[in-house]
């Protein structure tokens, strides 16, 4: 007999949660655009949803229930999350074109980054982790594989991500003839077959160390800043997000801008650290986001015999990733080389030579980002075909109607 569970979520709870689920071709929320039907949970903590897709065979489902049972399944209480499939009726279609059509009309007002774009937080519960120098080789990897990435230094206190991408200059604003609020352009390296479009407080400021003494609201303002008024790029595959250590301000106010960003938690190997990088995806959940999954940094030194030595104890993020219940994405070892990299703005996944063992792990990590725990987004599903049939259709009937 199955045991009752007492504290599971109910059908608003779960409801709440898939407005974090993005079409990935419409870029709205799937309870927005009427896809999510509904939920019901079980005394047991099991959870079934039903989701109209567009058409049965669209090719995007399987992002969508990736991400859709990812999501539920990290809900405290829930037992198990399954999906109960089915397809729009005509008119339900029209309605929810319709509604994509608006909300891609408002979305410049609300943020500047394309709704293809995957957006990835990389937060830690505590600062000295290494948090930047994962966002930093992170992007410099998938940007080595041919992807255009985003990247925005939200660390607005301790902004390093311009230091160790070797990237210098203030960024200019390109004045509007409207009236309106002028836009900023990022600064753009190529890498590889890639590029990283950056932007960055340290861009902003005249002297390196000079200290920011803003409080929370400015903190917000500035984020807000970089998500609205920047000219992103239409070709991002990923937006990576370099937060601020803990769980305050600006991790909320992210929450509450980008429903749709997922989060990677950074820990050391330390029980202490790991306690800690737990509360970050104890305010993800409670700010209804995703964790993706975790990396654990300075997992253990490699002497160059080839030996493994466990200079910060061992185990903590293996131990975070299976209370979390989300994957181990990568164990970096600690390599002189990474810091060493950060420090001349070269990441250590550009490193000449034979092949680190860091660098290996961060390859290895955007391979698994890419193919397994947060895919790029290919615009040929079923839902931009329909928008464009939808175009054609009202322009045959246009061109009837001025006939």
């Avoid at 007999?1 to 949660?17: C, G, K, L, Q, W």
């Avoid at 489902?61 to 049972?69: E, N, S």
Wanted: glycine share 10%; charged share 20%.
């Amino acid at each position: 007999m199955s045991e009752i569970v007492n504290d599971r979520p109910t059908e608003d709870d779960i409801m709440a949660v898939l407005r974090g689920v993005i079409d990935p071709e419409l870029g709205s929320n799937i309870v927005e655009l009427g896809m999510a039907k509904g939920a019901k949970v079980d005394d047991t903590g099991a959870v079934t949803v039903k989701i109209a897709l567009t058409t049965s065979g669209c090719p995007l489902r399987a992002q969508i229930q990736k991400d859709t049972l990812g999501r539920i399944s990290s809900m405290p209480g829930v037992t198990s999350a399954s999906i109960d499939w089915t397809e729009l009726t005509a008119e339900e279609k029209s309605a929810t074109m319709n509604t994509a059509r608006k909300n891609a009309a408002d979305r410049a007002q609300d943020t500047a980054i394309p709704a293809t774009a995957k957006v990835l937080a990389i937060a830690s519960g505590k600062g000295g982790v290494g948090k930047s120098s994962v966002t930093a080789n992170l992007a410099t990897a998938l940007a080595i594989r041919g992807l255009n990435v985003g990247v925005i230094d939200a660390d607005i206190w301790g902004f390093s991500i311009p230091r160790m991408l070797g990237i210098e200059g203030r960024l200019e604003a390109l004045k509007t003839d409207d009236g309106s609020r002028p836009t900023i352009t990022p600064h753009s390296a190529t890498v590889g077959e890639g590029r990283l479009d950056v932007v960055s407080m340290g861009f902003l400021v005249e002297d390196e160390e000079a200290a920011l003494l803003w409080r929370g609201l400015m903190l917000n303002r500035a984020v807000q800043h970089f998500l609205e008024d920047v000219a992103w790029s239409d070709d991002l595959d990923y937006v990576l997000i370099d937060m601020p250590p803990g769980t305050g301000d600006v991790a909320m106010g992210l929450a509450r801008m980008i429903p749709r960003a997922e989060l990677i938690i950074v820990t050391t190997p330390a029980t202490a650290a790991q306690k800690v990088a737990a509360r970050a995806v104890s305010m993800a959940r409670k700010s209804f986001l995703r964790v993706a999954g975790v990396i654990e940094n300075m997992s253990m030194f490699v002497a160059p015999d080839g030996s493994e030595h466990a200079l910060f104890g061992s185990g903590g993020g293996e131990a975070l990733a299976s209370e979390a219940g989300v994957p181990l994405i990568a164990s970096i070892p600690i390599e002189p080389a990474v810091a060493a990299g950060g420090d001349i703005g070269r990441p250590v996944v550009l490193s000449d030579g034979p092949a680190n063992p860091a660098s290996e792990a961060f390859t290895a990590a955007a391979e698994r980002i890419v193919s397994d725990i947060a895919p790029p987004v290919e615009m040929a599903g079923c839902t931009a075909r329909m928008l464009d049939l939808m175009d054609d259709a009202l322009a045959d009937f246009d061109a009837a109607d001025n006939g």
